[in-house]
Structure formats: C-alpha cells, structure tokens
C-alpha cells in the first residue's frame, strides 16, 4: 500500500488506522451471508477491490491528485468532504449532485443547502478526465466522490477507512428531496436528531459526522442570526465574529467552522462547544443541556475515539443505497448524464 504523504507523522497515522477500522468492512459480509433470510441491502453489492483489475491505478491517481491539491488549498478538502455527504443524502450516494441544471433538467446544485455554497465541482471535472484518459468508462462518479472525500480527510491529518467500490452514476436528481433531506443549520436537536434518523443514522452517529465540521468554512449568512439573537456563545467569540459579518450586509463573508484549528482534521470542534464557540446554531445544539452532551464531551476528551466513530460513520454514509449491477451508468462527464 503505498501512501504518499509529505508528513510522515500523518502517514504513520493513516497506516495505524487503515487495520482498525477497515474491520468494520466485516459488517456487509456477514450480512451477504444470512442474504436468505432478510433482504439484501444494495450495498452488499459494493466490493473494495472493484477497480483492481479493471482500473488498478485508479485509486493512485485520486489519491495523488488530492494531496497536492488539498495541500495547496487546504479548504478544498472540506468542500469535497461535503460533497459527498450532500450525494448521499439524497437518493444515496449515485453523484446526483454533480448534474447541472439545463434547460430541460432540474438537477440538485440549485437547491437551498447546495446554492451558492457548494463547491469543488471543477476539482472533481478535471480529476474525472486524469481517470478517464487512463480507464475510459469504467470508474464512476460516485465512487471518486466516496474516495476523494476519504483521501481528503486523511490529508487534512484525520482517519483513513476502507471505501467499497462499484457504485454507478445516476440519470436523474431530486432538487425537492436535497431541501427537504438535507439538515439546516438553523435546526435543534430533535431536527436534526430525525434528519439523520431519516437515513438511519443515531444520534451518536450524527455527532461523530458532525465533526467534519472541524475543517471548512461557512458564509455570514447562516450565523448572522446566532451572532446576533443567541445567548448560548462565548462573548469574545461573538465580537470577533460580528467584525467579520455585520447585521446589515456582507451575507457571503466566511468564518472558519472551527476558530482553532480550521486547517486540521481533529476534534477541536467538540471542544470548541464546549466552550460555546460552535459557529452555527446546529453546531452548539449539539452540546446545549441536551441528550447528545456526553457524546460532545466524550470526543473532546478522547481524539481518537471520534477518530474511530466518524471513520465507521462515513463508511456507512458511503454505503446508502448505491446503484449497482446495471442500474444507472458510468458517466463521461461528471456533471452531465451520458
Ligand atoms: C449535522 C447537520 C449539518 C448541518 C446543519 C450542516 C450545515 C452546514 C452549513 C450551513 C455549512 C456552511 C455552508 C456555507 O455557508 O456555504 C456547512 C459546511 C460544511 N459541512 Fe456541514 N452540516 C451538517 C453536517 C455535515 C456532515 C455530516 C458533513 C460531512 C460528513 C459536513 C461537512 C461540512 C464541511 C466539510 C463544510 C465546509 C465546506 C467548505 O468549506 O466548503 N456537514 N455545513
Ligand atoms: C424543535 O423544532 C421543532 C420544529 O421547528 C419544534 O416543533 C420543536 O418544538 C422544537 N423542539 C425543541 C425541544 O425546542
Ligand atoms: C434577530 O431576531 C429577530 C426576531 O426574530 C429578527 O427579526 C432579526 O432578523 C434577527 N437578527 C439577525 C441579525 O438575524
Ligand atoms: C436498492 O436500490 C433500489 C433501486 O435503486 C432502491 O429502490 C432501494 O431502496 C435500494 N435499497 C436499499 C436498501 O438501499
């Protein structure tokens, strides 16, 4: 396996926790074998060694490409992060988030949590044409979305796990389902403990997601309302956050989701909480007198703990309902279908 890295503290890191929780893989197996008596799940389909004889330097070429583009631009790793977690919220991850509009197409990009705010896409386009100029129709859109996001976080510094392979790309978005599954920032605990539940994910596992929230950036707009109206913020930080968005204006300002730490995958975003420094009113929901405290508590304490669940989460944030077999294609050009 060879990871290059120019930190070999992260690489050491990266490797230490490849073993660990790529055991979780052992899940979908396990499950492939009782097959007969329940309904097999889509993702039992998704294998990680798809691409080994059909595309072998597929996963080098992603890997390559991230680390020297998330080590130039740091931010685009978290970009490319949520990417992949706005693809799987909606109708699974099939990268219905990458079609654009045309005229007669209503793709996802539009949407509320997605416009004007998303962003990676030409990243994605030209890592898409490095694969395709090697392995013409063969690796899918989804599957580069799943892999960047996972190379992306291990570069930033944060866990690495094993991505199963084989997703196809969908023909069709759903810009009704991306406002309506995908969380805003202005809900509370019960909203967004039943937007995630809506995916099957607990509260426990909507914590450990939410800590992606340790790198990237947000716009003005989505905490101008916490800055302004909201007592549950440390007052110090609220200052310097008023300087960088006022009441009246400046809506595309950004601030760092994390004040400490913004260019590293760790989990000062729980600690950050628990200091009232959340950024965006869902963030310090998280850790506001509510059920979910412990668990902010528990990763502030122990780094490697949410290094541990986020990794298991992701893996199965990967895994909602994939296209596989036939179902769906393998696009030429990510944002439009074939
Ligand atoms: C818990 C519910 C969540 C809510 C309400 C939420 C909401 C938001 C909002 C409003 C932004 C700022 C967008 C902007 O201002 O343009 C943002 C950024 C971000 N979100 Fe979330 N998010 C949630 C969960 C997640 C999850 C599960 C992930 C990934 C696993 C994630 C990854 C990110 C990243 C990395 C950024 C920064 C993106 C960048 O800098 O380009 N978020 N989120
Ligand atoms: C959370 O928000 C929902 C919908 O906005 C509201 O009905 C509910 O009462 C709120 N729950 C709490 C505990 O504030
Ligand atoms: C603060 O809350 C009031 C009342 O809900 C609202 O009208 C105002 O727009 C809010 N201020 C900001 C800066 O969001
Ligand atoms: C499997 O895929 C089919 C067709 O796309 C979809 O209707 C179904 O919900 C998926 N099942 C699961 C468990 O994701």
Known sequence: MAIVTHSSVIFCVMICLIGIVSASNVIPSATTLVSSLIPTPNYSELSSTFYGTRCPR???IIRREIIAAVSRDRRLGASLLR?????????????????????????EQNARPNANSLRGFEFIDSLKAKIEAVCPNVVSCADILAVAARDSVATLGGPIWGVRLGR???????FNAANSDLPSPFLNLSGLIAAFKKKGFSADEMVALSGAHTIGKAKCAVFKNRIY???????YYRRSLQNTCPRNGGDNNLANLDSTTPAFFDSAYYRNLL???GLLHSDQELYNGGSTDYKVLAYARNPYLFRFDFAKAMIKMGNLSPLTGNQGQIRKYCSRVN
């Open 58 to 60: 597929a996963l080098y």
């Open 229 to 235: 109206n909201e007592s549950n913020i440390n007052p």
């Open 83 to 107: 990417l992949h977690f706005h693809d799987c919220f909606v109708q699974g991850c099939d990268a219905s988030v990458l079609l654009k509009d045309t005229p007669t197409f209503q793709g």
């Open 168 to 174: 196809r790309d969908s023909t069709t978005a759903n």
């Open 275 to 277: 200091f009232k420094r």
